[in-house]
């Protein structure tokens, strides 16, 4: 039997991030690298498919009502990350062990009972990403966007290849819950782009809402306020 090839840095990067074993640092430094790496955004998006049939068939169960306080106890006063680095004796390993990673973080919140130390609260707002695929259903994301409560910006990626779009625009809409599509600019194939947001869409940019790119003539939608060509993908904020 031939053993599974060993992952390069980049790919267990990836695959820590989808698995959630990063540090805040960590994760904000991914991100980043999401945000202007289309390849590393998409190694993301896969190990994520990867890892998605890991949960299929188990059932919600009620957390203990000191699940907190045994959490803080397998914490070392304000920083995880030297339990976190104590999970990531896969990486350069196998990927067959992913599996025995994804237990491991498991085991983490059962750690020995030390005493409860205080930790510093999260910074105001927290990370907000979305994988923008087509309408129809296709796997590969052609869209990356997160959003930075702290700065104020969404961050854009585009994975459509460069000069696909000479003869009109992508144009770029965030959809609240309230259902109405207000207008965030454009964005090149093959582009990233930082986008600061005005503060009358702040509130729009929230955990749940969709980001879409619509296809427009050349100057954007003549409707303003809704696109008026196709939908060429679409994608829910969610937190990171």
């Not at 609260?121 to 590969?140: D, F, K």
Request: net charge neutral; hydrophobic share 50%; proline share 11%.
């Amino acid at each position: 039997m031939s053993e599974a090839p060993e992952l390069t840095e980049a790919e267990a990067l990836a695959a820590e991030h989808a698995l959630g074993v990063l540090t805040s640092v960590e994760r904000r430094q991914a991100e980043q690298r999401m945000a202007t790496e289309p390849a590393f955004a998409a190694e993301v998006e896969a190990w994520r498919e990867r890892l998605a049939p890991m949960a299929e068939g188990m059932r919600e169960v009620p957390a203990p009502v000191d699940l907190w306080q045994r959490i803080l106890r397998a914490l070392p006063a304000n920083d995880n990350s030297a339990v976190v680095r104590g999970l990531r004796f896969w990486r350069g390993a196998t990927a067959g062990s992913l599996a025995l990673a994804a237990a491991s973080v498991a085991a983490a919140v059962m750690l020995a009972n030390r005493a409860p130390v205080e930790i510093q609260p999260p910074a105001p707002g927290q990370l907000l990403n979305a994988s923008l695929v087509s309408p129809s259903g296709g796997p590969i994301p052609l869209f990356v966007a997160a959003y930075d409560p702290v700065r104020k910006a969404l961050i854009v990626t585009s994975l459509v290849q460069p000069g696909a779009a000479s003869a009109h625009v992508h144009e770029l809409w965030v959809i609240p819950a309230d259902g109405k599509p207000r207008p965030l600019g454009f964005i090149e194939p093959g582009k990233t782009k930082s986008m600061p947001m005005p503060a009358n869409l702040l509130p729009s940019l929230a955990e749940g809402a969709a980001i879409a790119v619509s296809v427009e003539p050349l100057g954007g939608s003549p409707k303003v306020d809704a696109p008026s060509g196709p939908i060429a993908a679409v994608g829910k904020l969610v937190k990171i």
